[in-house]
């Protein structure tokens, strides 16, 4: 059983920076497409970005060039620069271990084909 156990969350103006992790067992990092995703009230749930066992990266079009995601040991990270109020929401990290070749490179991927998810950290970006 995969368990993932998000951090990092706040209150930040905008034009400011927050660092989300995300912890799990290390076996995870190596074997799973992992994520993170967001839902802003009233919302459906949408993929920011995501990271193959290889570490190729994919990004939302809304977060390119402002969030990265990376992943070290046992933590996976968002790091979120010049943040925006429409980045408010609560923020998720995900995993799913099945999946072909090429799948977590496209971030438009849905919540559903996730299986494994944390329990959510709130970010909120105030103007």
């Known amino acids: 059983q995969v368990q993932l156990v998000e951090s990092g969350g706040g209150s930040v103006q905008a034009g400011g920076s927050l660092r989300l992790s995300c912890a799990a067992s290390?076996?995870?990092?190596?074997?799973?497409?992992m994520g993170w995703f967001r839902q802003a009230p009233g919302k459906e749930r949408e993929g920011v970005a995501l990271?193959?066992?290889?570490?190729s990266t994919s990004y939302a079009d809304s977060v390119k060039g402002r969030f990265t995601i990376s992943k070290a040991e046992t933590t996976l990270s968002l790091e979120m620069n010049s943040l925006k109020p429409e980045d408010t929401g609560v923020y998720y990290c995900?995993?799913?271990?099945?999946?072909?070749?090429?799948?977590?490179?496209?971030?438009?991927?849905?919540?559903?084909?996730?299986?494994?998810w944390g329990q959510g950290t709130q970010v909120t970006v105030s103007s």
């Open positions: 995900a995993a799913v271990s099945e999946y072909g070749v090429g799948w977590c490179r496209v971030i438009l991927r849905s919540p559903s084909d996730f299986v494994y």
């Open positions: 290390a076996y995870t990092y190596i074997r799973y497409c």
């Open positions: 990271i193959d066992r290889d570490g």
